[in-house]
């Protein structure tokens, strides 16, 4: 293959050719742009919601008189150690209690508490968020906890709240997937409708080149190049600036006062996780597959023998 | 060279292209091809570079059956047939030059014989001072040239020209036709279908004429009308 040659066919084509060129980029550019912005909001839900799964916890309120009791104490302790689901748990004193109370709601209202009315408690996590409710039945009719008569009100837990958690977070996984698949099949078939436009206005060329008894590769390796160059450079431009996009956002989330949404810069190279690949290298490669792939497509019915 | 046994074409859905058509050219002859509009002249020779599959019939160029010849070896076969055109086709935009140097990349051509090859072509043809003219720089008649040149650069046994003079004046016209005399002294087979009267009656080569597809008539140093109602016009 004369890689030069065919390198310098496409370049000089795409010169002369610029406005279709420029259209052709512009057209890879928005579909991997919203590709980009896709894969970063899905990655970022999905920190959201690991971070919200771990922060899932079971409260439970211990009785005074078993707060007093050392042995007590420590049996409830072991009871929470053998339960396997249990992934880590914090013992509050009452005063730990007090200082977060102070901390929510301010000097004022504790200084002018006579006692500390808070009770000392257990903070149990669990290893995922589905085993929060079986953990926290577990203590519902436990002696040793500070329910008051008839009811579980000694242990605390957002039981509704973890439902539709985890509902939500199903939903809009879903969700995410769907938009993917949606748009990663918009950006195929612009970007084929594109590279179709641009070779139907060069089909006498190709018709010349047939004429002269080019092999269907050699004609078609200067159009495919081209579709690959198109989407390469789409597919930069639309990383650096999904990339610049999201930092930016992160940058003012940060200062405001939703930052516990932990939005997280989408790395622009590499980045660990499951999908390893950080948005240039997934782009790139998107886009330069797509374009070379659309290209050769779209000469098809124009090299029927 | 080329042999048509009993070859139709027909288009969709009922117009004749070619019908029963028999001929037999051999290597290194100089023929016209001559009929109205329609007669089936551009038919002879899309079939012949297997732009069109016929019908029914068998057609052999250069030995090859085309009937037979597979689709990736098409390519092969054109590179073996030089074309002119009407119209010239030429790529716009490229140069003079590089039209003529596109036919030798294509064959794979080392690019220093390209570079020693395409300027001797061009100024055999006389446009040794145009090489860097884009084809709409330059006249009817030189475009036809490139063309010429580029059809020939290659030396292929058979070069075929579709109405080669049809878009330029007289004057010129002779030189595009001295140009494929030339051509064919060096041994290729050449197929001119034409318009052009005054030069078939000039050069009194073999003569195949069509009518609605059918070849009416086959004279070895023929004029461009029957000989029965020649119209004393000839030179």
Redesign the interface.
Known sequence: M?LG?FLSEAL??MR?NWVMAMAAIVTVFISMAILGAVLVTRDNLNRGITSLKNRVLIEVFIKDEVNADPQQLQELERKIQAIPEVKSYRDISEEEALQRFRERFGDRIVDNLPINPLPASFEIRVKDADQVDRVARLFFDDPRVDNDPGTHNGVKYARETVRKMLGTINLVGWVMWGATIIFGIAAVLLISTTVRLSIFARR??V??????????W?IRWPFVLEGFITGIVGAVLAALFVWLGNWALARWIEGSSIDFLHLRVYDLWWQGGAWPAGLLPTLVVIGGVLGAAGSAVALRRYLR? | MIVFEDVTKIYDPNVVGLQDFSCHIAKGEFVFLVGPSGSGKSTLIKLI??ELRPDKGRILVAGRNLETLK??K????????G?VFQDF???P?KTVYENVA??L????EPRRSIRRKVPEILSLVGLADKMDSYPHEISGGEQQRVSVA?AFVNHPPLLLADEPTGNIDPETAIGIMQLLVRINRTGTTVLVATHDREMVNRMRRRVLQLENGRLVRDERRGGYDHPGEANGEEA
């Open positions: 004369r040659f000089g084509s002369r006498r060329e018709e010349i080149m047939r004429l002269v008894g080019a092999t269907n050699f023998a | 570079t297997r689709d990736s098409v390519p092969l076969l054109r590179r073996n047939i074309c086709k030429l790529l935009n596109y036919a990349e294509v064959v794979g580029r």
